[in-house]
């Protein structure tokens, strides 16, 4: 059994974790997997349990999503699109898959149409022809393009033989962010959400205050917000723990370390970080899939300061809905300091912890069964 997996990330690296994930609970079952990586390597997420093709590498500068860069800095060219699809394609042949999976497309990463339009068609003309699946978030980032979601639409009607959406539905529908969901509702299979195994970790409570931002590309607001406002707290003297993110700039991440004072730790990554989280007296972070996701396996008191930049809403959304429950507080980026930060943890602290609401966060194995299940031909696949 083989999955071809396209994996495209541009600003953060929460699709590469999410994928790694995903990745493992395939291994788990048997399943070889390809991963056509499409941006730069992250050697904290080195999808150690599949074979990983590099293909031309492409990035974008701060967050604007408008212009591709390539390996060489430049913005690329037709020509490069074209070498590209076609490493892509040539991949597809050579590893002759069972299933295709995608990230979002076609209901976001339109940049990349280029190559995965091919794809998809290069599928389903094969003999016999040859299942795709995409995997999607939660949440969808609101666009200012309606006619997008009507093309998506065309696209998944066409190609897609399931849209895994990586959700508890109790909590969150594709319909909420995705206009025509009802029209492909065949389709749409909710996975659960997709973090950390439950099982495995020692549990151990350090009372550790954990400051984090997912792969740190725009978080350094929020870094020394957080060493000014920690005087400020009655967590003062616990350790404080940041976890800068693999793509915090160098520079900045020196200078942090060197701002950092007496009970303050500054590191890039923890590999145990949900172990880190399941332990420790708060935590304070941005509001990405995964990270949410950790605090909400862990159920740690938290802070979170949504990413808002680039007409971003996904985070914000998001956070909203889980505040609402009780299981986070919001500090908005735009309020973000010491005093305000400071205010913040006051106010987490001396939330009582009731009873929380039980979300699905088995999405990892349950995607690994939908998958094997499309394989093997199965009903539910």
């Not at 860069?69 to 490069?80: H, K, L, M, N, S």
């Amino acid at each position: 059994m083989r999955v071809l997996f396209h994996v495209q990330h541009l600003l953060g690296v929460g699709h590469l974790r999410r994928g790694e994930l995903i990745t493992n609970a395939l291994a788990d079952r048997g399943i070889e997997v390809t991963v056509a990586l499409g941006g730069h390597p992250v050697a904290e997420i080195p999808f150690a349990r599949a074979n990983v093709v590099q293909l031309p590498q492409v990035s974008i500068r701060d967050a604007d999503f408008k212009v591709l860069y390539d390996e060489a800095g430049e913005p690329v060219t037709e020509a490069w699109r074209a070498m590209r699809r076609d490493a892509l394609l040539d991949l597809y042949r050579r590893t002759r898959p069972d299933v295709v999976l995608l990230e979002m497309y076609p209901f976001g990463r339109w940049r990349f149409g280029f190559e995965l339009e091919p794809l998809l068609s290069l599928a389903a003309e094969d003999k016999p022809r040859v299942k795709c699946a995409t995997s999607v978030r939660d949440i969808l980032v609101a666009t200012k393009h309606p006619e997008r979601a009507r093309k998506g639409l065309d696209i998944a009607r066409r190609t897609l033989d399931r849209v895994l959406v990586h959700s508890d539905p109790t909590l969150f529908t594709f319909g909420e962010t995705y206009p025509h969901a009802g029209e492909i509702a065949e389709l749409i299979g909710y996975t659960g959400y997709v973090t950390e195994p439950a099982g495995g970790r020692s549990g151990a409570k350090t009372g550790d205050v954990i400051v984090s931002a997912g792969g740190g590309a725009a978080a350094g607001a929020l870094f020394e917000a957080a060493i000014a406002a920690r005087p400020l707290t009655a967590l003062k003297d616990r350790t404080w723990r940041i976890f800068t993110g693999p793509r915090f700039p160098e520079a900045d991440f020196r200078a942090l370390k060197q701002q950092a004072g007496a009970g303050i730790v500054v590191e890039r990554f923890a590999a145990d970080f949900q172990e880190r989280l399941d332990g420790c007296a708060l935590s304070i972070s941005q509001a990405g899939y995964n990270t949410v996701m950790n605090l909400l396996r862990a159920e740690a008191p938290a802070i979170v300061i949504p990413y808002d930049a680039a007409e971003e809403t996904e985070q914000l959304f998001r956070a909203r809905r889980l505040e609402e429950l009780g299981l986070l507080t919001i500090l908005a980026a735009g309020d973000l300091g010491p005093q305000t930060l400071s205010g913040a943890i006051a106010k987490t602290l001396e939330r009582e912890s009731g009873e929380r609401r039980r979300i699905d966060l088995d999405g990892a194995e349950h995607t690994a069964a939908m998958i094997e299940a499309m394989i093997r031909g199965e009903a539910g696949g």
